[in-house]
C-alpha cells in the first residue's frame, strides 16, 4: 500500500478511522491523505461561524472555515500517531461521489471512513457514505466501528 485516503467529518466514527488510516500508514509506509467534504451548515451553525469568523477578522466562507477545522483537527490527530508528512484536502459536493473522485485523483490504494458520520437518520433514508463507498470505491475501503 503507498496512498492510504481517510474521510472525516469530525463525528466519533470518523475520529477514529483516522487513528485507524494513521497506525495503517505508519507500519506500511504509506502516504496519508485526510480528506473532508464540505456541506451546508444548518443556519444555526452558519451563524455560530459566522460570528466567530467576524471576531478573527476573517471573511471566509463559514462552511470553509468549519472544514478548515476539522482538517487542523484531524491532521493532529494523526500526527500523534507518529506520522509526520500528512496531506489535507478540502472537498465539495455530494461527500460520496467527491471522496470516490479524491481516491482517484489521489491514485489512493485504501480508503478509511468511519460508520457513522452526522446525518445517522439521512443515512439510513439515503444510505450512508461508507455504504455507498463499500459499493462503489474503485479501491479498498476499510470501514471504522
Same mark, same amino acid.
Given at each position: 500500500? $503507498?496512498n ?10 470518523a ?6 488510516? *494513521? ?10 491523505t ?16 459566522? #460570528? ?15 472544514? #478548515?477545522q ?7 490527530? *494523526? ?7 500528512? $496531506?489535507? $484536502? ?7 461521489? *467527491?471522496?470516490?473522485?479524491a481516491?482517484r ?12 458520520g ?19 470505491a ?5 470501514? *471504522?466501528?
Amino acid at each position: 500500500m $503507498k496512498n492510504i485516503l481517510v474521510g472525516t467529518d469530525a463525528s466519533d466514527g470518523a475520529n477514529r478511522a483516522i487513528e485507524v488510516a *494513521a497506525e495503517l500508514a505508519k507500519h506500511s509506509g504509506a502516504a496519508l491523505t485526510i480528506v473532508t467534504v464540505a456541506v451546508p451548515l444548518r443556519l444555526d451553525e452558519e451563524e455560530q461561524v459566522r #460570528q466567530f469568523t467576524r471576531i478573527e477578522g476573517s471573511s471566509t466562507e463559514p462552511t470553509e472555515v468549519l472544514a #478548515q477545522q476539522i482538517l487542523t483537527d484531524a491532521e493532529r490527530r *494523526a500526527r500523534r500517531a507518529g506520522l509526520i508528512s500528512i $496531506k489535507t $484536502k478540502l472537498l465539495r459536493g455530494d461527500p460520496a461521489e *467527491a471522496l470516490i473522485n479524491a481516491i482517484r485523483n489521489e491514485r489512493a490504494d485504501a480508503i478509511v471512513v468511519g460508520r457513522h458520520g452526522h446525518g445517522r437518520l439521512a443515512g439510513l433514508l439515503l444510505g450512508s457514505v461508507s455504504q455507498k463507498l463499500v459499493s462503489l470505491a474503485p479501491c479498498v475501503v476499510l470501514v *471504522a466501528p
